[in-house]
């Protein structure tokens, strides 16, 4: 069981950056696929940024070049730098986590932060 905890998220505006973290407990991050996803209001969820087991990353086309996803697995955290934010970036943002492999579909990640609000005003 892995409990997650996102912190880190402000009212900014356009142009500035955030970085948000989720701190994992419960086991290692180590064999998690870790994710970080967003939602905005009557909007479909969003996956943002993965980080894979072993350390590989995606993104979606939305935030590449300006979002960076890494983890420190000796701490059990994981951050999404952002940078250059606009005002489609505001939405809720949730860390996801999922054992050994990164799941196609967000509904089958088995463990959800309760998200860290981003507004970001132009």
């Known amino acids: 069981q892995v409990q997650l905890e996102e912190s880190g998220g402000a009212s900014v505006q356009a142009g500035g950056s955030l970085r948000l973290s989720c701190a994992a407990s419960?086991?290692?991050?180590?064999?998690?696929?870790m994710d970080w996803f967003r939602q905005a209001p009557g909007e479909e969820r969003e996956r943002v940024a993965s980080i894979g087991p072993t350390g590989g990353t995606t993104y979606s086309d939305s935030v590449k070049g300006r979002f960076t996803i890494s983890k420190d697995t000796a701490k059990n955290l994981l951050y999404l730098q952002m940078n250059s934010l606009t005002p489609e970036d505001t939405a809720m943002y949730y860390c996801a986590a999922n054992l050994r492999f990164c799941p196609a579909s967000w509904r089958a990640y088995a463990y959800w932060g309760q998200g860290t609000q981003v507004t970001v005003s132009s």
């Open positions: 419960g086991d290692s991050m180590y064999n998690y696929c």
